[in-house]
T-cell receptor
Framework: QQQVKQSPQSLIVQKGGISIINCAYE??????FPWYQQFPGKGPALLIA?????SEKKEGRFTISFNKSAKQFSLHIMDSQPGDSATYFC????????????FGAGTRLFVKA | GAGVSQSPSNKVTEKGKDVELRCDPI?????LYWYRQSLGQGLEFLIY????????KSGLPSDRFSAERTGGSVSTLTIQRTQQEDSAVYLC????????????FGNGTRLTVT
């Protein structure tokens, strides 16, 4: 019930294309859903986050779509660039009580020039 | 200000030895987390500290693993009698508990057990 399932494990996209990464969760107590971006040799860094009271959030080329009834959320990267090549993690947490953040398994994105 | 600092950045140790990994969180962040990232894998939660509350140790994989946080700031993760399966990157993160603040990660300690 604490798991966050992420797919695909890896993704290759042509420059200018759309990258889509999907996540699903079980625990309906989760109330904060961030996405983190990790480059080799670095720790993950927050990319964008959403709360379950909205269905979509957009920041520049990055959009989170959230489907509360299906308990699914996804990251869309529009106009993907080679600099976007990194590992992306979805996550979920309960922002009351424990604040423990559970991460998906990660998606390795490679954007071909 | 400065970010989360972890030391050492790399550690090679022999099987059976004890190791200590250090984390300096961002000043003022009351919550501190340890995660483990095995090669090509996701982030495995290990332990969470919040202020003076008892830590959430539910992710520690065995009793060889322990962690402490002194003075509500610096944290040390100790692995006793290291095994080859302990080889991984150990990531520390801190966060403020104001609103939906994100985790701020250090760059990790890469542990190799030979």
């Amino acid at each position: 019930q604490q798991q966050v399932k992420q797919s695909p494990q890896s993704l290759i996209v042509q420059k200018g294309g759309i990258s889509i990464i999907n996540c699903a969760y079980e625990n309906t107590a989760f109330d904060y859903f961030p996405w983190y971006q990790q480059f080799p040799g670095k720790g993950p860094a927050l990319l964008i986050a959403i709360r379950p009271d909205v269905s979509e959030k957009k920041e520049g080329r990055f959009t989170i779509s959230f489907n509360k009834s299906a308990k699914q959320f996804s990251l869309h990267i529009m106009d993907s660039q080679p600099g976007d090549s990194a590992t992306y993690f979805c996550a979920a947490s309960v922002n009351t009580g424990g604040f423990k953040t559970i991460f998906g398994a990660g998606t390795r994105l490679f954007v071909k020039a | 200000g400065a970010g989360v600092s972890q030391s050492p950045s790399n550690k090679v140790t022999e099987k059976g030895k004890d190791v200590e990994l250090r984390c300096d969180p961002i000043s003022g962040h009351t919550a501190l987390y340890w995660y483990r990232q095995s090669l090509g894998q996701g982030l495995e939660f290990l332990i969470y500290f919040q202020g003076n509350s008892a830590p959430d140790k539910s992710g520690l994989p065995s009793d060889r693993f322990s962690a402490e946080r002194t003075g509500g700031s610096v944290s040390t993760l100790t692995i006793q009698r290291t095994q080859q399966e302990d080889s991984a990157v150990y990531l520390c993160a801190s966060r403020s508990l104001l609103g939906n603040s994100p985790l701020h990660f250090g760059n990790g300690t890469r542990l190799t057990v030979t």
